[in-house]
Structures are given as C-alpha cells and as structure tokens.
C-alpha cells in the first residue's frame, strides 16, 4: 500500500489561498482514486476532492469553485489548491489513495464509507485554520 504525507497546511486569512500536496511512496499511476478529505472541530470527516486515474473530479459543493484537486504522476503527488478561503474550511485534511478499483469501489471512497474508504492509504493530516 501507498503512503502518503500531507504538507502546505497553515493559518490564511479568509479569502485567501493556499496549496496542500501530498507526497507518496510510491507512484500512484495505477491508482484509480485519490482525494482529499477534511475534518473539522465537532463536524463529521467529509470528502473535499477526488480525482481518478482519467482525470474526472469529484468536489464537495461547498467546495466547488474554489478548490482544484490535480495529480501528478511523475512526481508521485497529489495538490489541493485552495482559493477564496472561508473560516468554514478550517480543519485537518487528509490525503486519501484508494486501494481498490472499479466504480462501486469509488463510490464508496467518495461517500466516507464501505470497503472503498475502509481499505484506502491515508496520511497523518495537516491543520488548515482559516481565521482573520
């Protein structure tokens, strides 16, 4: 299985930016999904982005607009960038790289539960405070 490593995290002032990536061990072309997943103080852990091996996007609505989720191949990383920052986005995100394939499977990754996110590669986190 794939280890990840978030970085980039950080304290913005709402409306700004900021860009998180996350490193893995290994390369990731045979992946099929990976994304970002965010939790906040007393709120449930929610997918934020995710992306396939073909390049598709999935975006929490919230989100959309505003972040960009992006892979690149050759350097075995994943980049969240994050515009237009709101103090709701503060929270610990996650990269996440999923350890099955096919359509039920990510499904399952981007909805938080089944075996899709059960069986998935996550990194330790890092702490994004988005606060004036």
């Known amino acids: 299985q794939v280890q990840l490593v978030e970085s980039g995290g950080g304290l913005v002032q709402p409306g700004g930016s900021l860009g998180l990536s996350c490193a893995a061990s290994g390369r990731i072309f045979s992946i099929e999904t990976v994304g970002w997943y965010r939790q906040a103080p007393g709120k449930q852990r929610e997918l934020v982005a995710a992306i396939t091996s073909r390049y598709s996007t999935n975006y929490a609505n919230s989100v959309k607009g505003r972040f960009t989720i992006s892979r690149d191949n050759t350097k075995n990383t994943v980049y969240l960038q994050m515009n237009s920052l709101k103090p709701e986005d503060t929270a610990v995100y996650y990269c996440?790289?999923?350890?099955?394939?096919?359509?039920?499977?990510?499904?399952?990754?981007?909805?938080?539960?089944?075996?899709?996110?059960?069986?998935?590669?996550w990194g330790q986190g890092t702490q994004v405070i988005v606060s004036p």
């Open positions: 996440a790289a999923m350890n099955m394939q096919g359509p039920q499977a990510h499904i399952s990754f981007c909805s938080g539960r089944g075996p899709g996110v059960m069986f998935a590669s």
